[in-house]
């Protein structure tokens, strides 16, 4: 590709970081994070080596789903500011060169929406038929549910409107009825609206719900809208020329060029749930075979389009497409008590709780996911390790406050009611776990994590090139290979506690005697007389690799 190409495609090779503004840093001291206070800490996002801060919903909400429920999709929330103080914080983002993209949720909204409040109040307003509903109750009423065992229905009956409505989520998320022009054209204008106010981009939720066709007569799988995609992509393209699209889509792999596009004319990026879910069971079994398998089946992709690599996020640990065999070993490893699941699917913890607070396992962990097929996306305070608080309920657990400090309520906030309790008092809590005291610790969390996404951005090869699977024989080692503009990476990792020696080829013929320089270390290996590189890997342990030595490494920085 030519150079302007590659800098117009800058997700290819970013670092994206996902927060939530109300609970990241709160400036006005009334408990609730701000986007003054976000704005405080653009340098600490900044030091960390982030490209791109992805933010969850900040738009007037009454939070009964923390902010995905939307009443006024232009406007920001009180409290977290003005949208003068969202102004501000793009600009300071800008002046850092961060690029910020957003949550856009249009799937459903806020039953107390204006839009809906007149839609259930006239069967004559113009709104009416910006939702989905029958005169009697489906008789899938009972189906289709996203958060089984919580919500019980996707219908509700409304007295006021004396008709069902369609909520594929919870029942104050009415559906809107996105196969309407009219709702269609409301979206493109709520995304010109937030590109003109500096963002550079969209995290759209829920995708497949946003496409599918909606109504009482839809039986069994919707059909999927995909035109709807290429009008998204083609309004963003217009309006900014290097915007993006990042989908929340969790789907089967035969299903992945219907999102990205043939012609990739459709989604820009997609997180990839089935490298996630097959990650987690690599590192529950020591066992890297499903894994290969689901990078393998989901490699197909355009050029320019990228999937985005993840390990927890800010719902639960989806474990819905592993085996039922696989989803067990899962569950035993890491959420063993039925208080640590969600869902009947899925394990609701942090990352550090779930490997037992092992830093070797959760630099293993990150150092894996950094070096997978795509952009790794990084969730606010997993950097230095945070936990969760069981003891509330649902997703709410691992949605605390960021723990700047030791101090009182970790330096998030100095009013006396936080939004959410900070983790206080064991091996979690702020006293022990925060930014401050790691920035002092040279062998914190923190400055590992410096470390590693300072290289994983100088080895453009992962975000960029082709990769293929060598074998070394043993089913706990993964290791790949990335090729791009005549260089390449090689990225070994051991899933087991104990040392494993492995014998592997670079996989390139004529490469028997080449090289091996340790990206991270600076260690060289080179390969015997049977053209075999042979190491000693220890227990959760990796190397990244350039390959082919001193010249690889010339040549790499002369490109």
């Given at each position: 590709m030519?150079?302007?190409v590659?800098?117009?495609?800058?997700?290819k090779?970013?670092?994206?970081?996902?927060?939530?503004?109300?609970?990241?840093?709160?400036?006005?001291?009334?408990?609730?994070?701000?986007?003054?206070?976000?704005?405080?800490?653009l340098d600490?996002l900044?030091?960390?080596?982030?490209?791109?801060?992805?933010?969850?919903?900040?738009?007037?909400?009454?939070?009964?789903?923390?902010?995905?429920?939307?009443?006024?999709?232009?406007?920001?929330?009180?409290?977290?500011?003005?949208?003068?103080?969202?102004?501000?914080?793009?600009h300071?983002?800008?002046?850092?060169?961060?690029?910020?993209?957003?949550?856009?949720v249009?799937?459903h909204?806020?039953?107390?929406?204006p839009?809906?409040?007149?839609?259930?109040?006239d069967?004559?307003?113009?709104?009416r038929?910006?939702?989905v509903w029958?005169?009697k109750?489906?008789?899938?009423y009972d189906?289709?549910?996203?958060f089984?065992?919580?919500?019980?229905?996707t219908?509700t009956?409304d007295?006021?409107?004396?008709?069902w409505?369609?909520?594929?989520?919870f029942?104050?998320?009415?559906?809107?009825?996105?196969?309407?022009p009219?709702?269609q054209?409301?979206?493109?204008?709520?995304m010109?609206?937030?590109?003109e106010?500096?963002?550079?981009?969209?995290?759209?939720?829920?995708v497949?719900f946003?496409?599918?066709?909606?109504?009482?007569?839809?039986?069994?799988?919707?059909?999927?809208?995909f035109?709807?995609?290429?009008?998204?992509?083609?309004?963003l393209?217009?309006?900014?020329?290097?915007?993006?699209?990042?989908?929340?889509?969790?789907?089967?792999?035969?299903q992945?060029?219907?999102?990205?596009?043939?012609?990739?004319?459709r989604?820009h990026m997609?997180f990839?749930?089935?490298?996630n879910?097959?990650?987690?069971?690599?590192?529950a079994?020591?066992?890297?075979?499903?894994l290969?398998k689901?990078?393998e089946?989901?490699?197909?992709?355009?050029?320019?389009?990228?999937?985005?690599?993840?390990?927890?996020?800010?719902d639960?640990?989806?474990?819905?497409?592993?085996?039922?065999?696989?989803?067990?070993t899962?569950f035993?490893?890491?959420g063993?008590?039925?208080e640590?699941?969600?869902?009947?699917?899925?394990?609701?913890?942090?990352?550090?709780?779930?490997?037992?607070?092992?830093?070797?396992?959760?630099?293993?962990?990150?150092?894996?996911m950094?070096?997978?097929?795509?952009?790794?996306?990084?969730?606010y305070?997993?950097?230095?390790?945070?936990?969760?608080?069981?003891?509330?309920?649902e997703r709410?657990?691992?949605?605390t406050?960021?723990?700047?400090?030791?101090?009182?309520?970790?330096g998030?906030?100095?009013?006396?009611?936080?939004v959410?309790?900070?983790?206080?008092g064991?091996?979690?809590?702020?006293?022990?776990?925060?930014?401050?005291?790691?920035?002092?610790?040279?062998?914190?969390?923190?400055?590992?994590?410096?470390?590693?996404i300072?290289?994983r951005k100088?080895?453009?090869?992962?975000?960029?090139?082709?990769?293929?699977v060598?074998?070394?024989?043993?089913?706990?080692?993964?290791?790949?290979?990335?090729?791009?503009?005549?260089?390449?990476?090689l990225?070994?990792?051991?899933?087991d506690s104990?040392?494993i020696e492995?014998?592997?080829?670079?996989?390139?013929?004529?490469?028997?005697?080449?090289?091996l320089?340790?990206?991270?270390?600076?260690?060289?290996?080179?390969?015997g007389?049977?053209g075999c590189?042979?190491?000693?890997?220890e227990?959760y342990?990796?190397?990244?690799y350039?390959?082919?030595?001193?010249?690889?490494?010339?040549?790499r920085?002369a490109?």
């Amino acid at each position: 590709m030519k150079a302007s190409v590659i800098r117009d495609l800058w997700y290819k090779n970013a670092v994206f970081y996902c927060l939530s503004v109300g609970t990241f840093m709160d400036a006005d001291g009334d408990g609730t994070g701000d986007f003054a206070g976000l704005e405080r800490r653009l340098d600490y996002l900044l030091g960390l080596g982030v490209t791109a801060i992805w933010l969850q919903p900040f738009q007037p909400s009454p939070k009964r789903d923390h902010g995905y429920d939307i009443t006024d999709y232009y406007g920001v929330d009180p409290v977290y500011g003005s949208l003068g103080d969202f102004v501000a914080f793009t600009h300071a983002a800008k002046q850092r060169g961060l690029k910020v993209i957003i949550d856009l949720v249009v799937n459903h909204t806020s039953d107390q929406h204006p839009w809906f409040q007149a839609a259930r109040s006239d069967p004559t307003s113009r709104f009416r038929d910006w939702y989905v509903w029958s005169d009697k109750r489906p008789a899938n009423y009972d189906e289709g549910m996203v958060f089984p065992g919580v919500q019980t229905s996707t219908w509700t009956y409304d007295a006021t409107a004396k008709a069902w409505y369609f909520h594929r989520f919870f029942d104050f998320q009415p559906d809107l009825n996105t196969a309407n022009p009219a709702v269609q054209a409301e979206i493109l204008k709520i995304m010109g609206f937030w590109l003109e106010l500096g963002v550079s981009g969209f995290r759209m939720d829920a995708v497949p719900f946003v496409i599918a066709e909606k109504g009482p007569d839809v039986t069994g799988a919707p059909k999927e809208q995909f035109d709807m995609l290429r009008d998204f992509r083609e309004f963003l393209q217009w309006r900014s020329g290097d915007a993006i699209i990042l989908a929340e889509a969790n789907i089967l792999p035969k299903q992945d060029m219907d999102y990205f596009g043939e012609d990739a004319d459709r989604m820009h990026m997609m997180f990839n749930f089935q490298v996630n879910q097959a990650l987690f069971y690599a590192l529950a079994a020591s066992d890297v075979r499903p894994l290969v398998k689901a990078l393998e089946k989901t490699w197909n992709r355009p050029p320019s389009a990228q999937w985005a690599i993840f390990l927890r996020n800010h719902d639960e640990l989806d474990l819905g497409r592993l085996t039922e065999k696989q989803r067990q070993t899962v569950f035993e490893k890491f959420g063993p008590d039925k208080e640590m699941q969600l869902y009947d699917r899925g394990i609701r913890r942090r990352l550090a709780p779930m490997l037992d607070g092992d830093q070797r396992r959760i630099e293993l962990a990150y150092a894996l996911m950094f070096s997978l097929p795509g952009t790794p996306v990084l969730r606010y305070g997993d950097e230095i390790g945070m936990g969760d608080d069981l003891s509330i309920p649902e997703r709410d657990c691992a949605r605390t406050p960021m723990q700047w400090t030791g101090g009182d309520k970790g330096g998030f906030t100095r009013g006396a009611k936080p939004v959410s309790p900070p983790i206080s008092g064991g091996a979690y809590g702020y006293e022990h776990v925060n930014v401050a005291a790691q920035r002092h610790e040279r062998g914190s969390l923190l400055h590992w994590m410096q470390s590693v996404i300072r290289q994983r951005k100088e080895a453009p090869e992962i975000g960029w090139g082709d990769f293929c699977v060598i074998e070394t024989g043993e089913n706990a080692v993964l290791c790949l290979r990335y090729d791009w503009r005549n260089n390449s990476v090689l990225c070994l990792h051991n899933l087991d506690s104990k040392p494993i020696e492995v014998r592997f080829r670079t996989g390139v013929k004529g490469e028997e005697g080449t090289l091996l320089v340790d990206l991270l270390t600076g260690a060289r290996t080179e390969a015997g007389k049977d053209g075999c590189h042979c190491v000693l890997i220890e227990g959760y342990g990796y190397h990244w690799y350039r390959v082919g030595g001193l010249d690889a490494l010339l040549r790499r920085s002369a490109n």
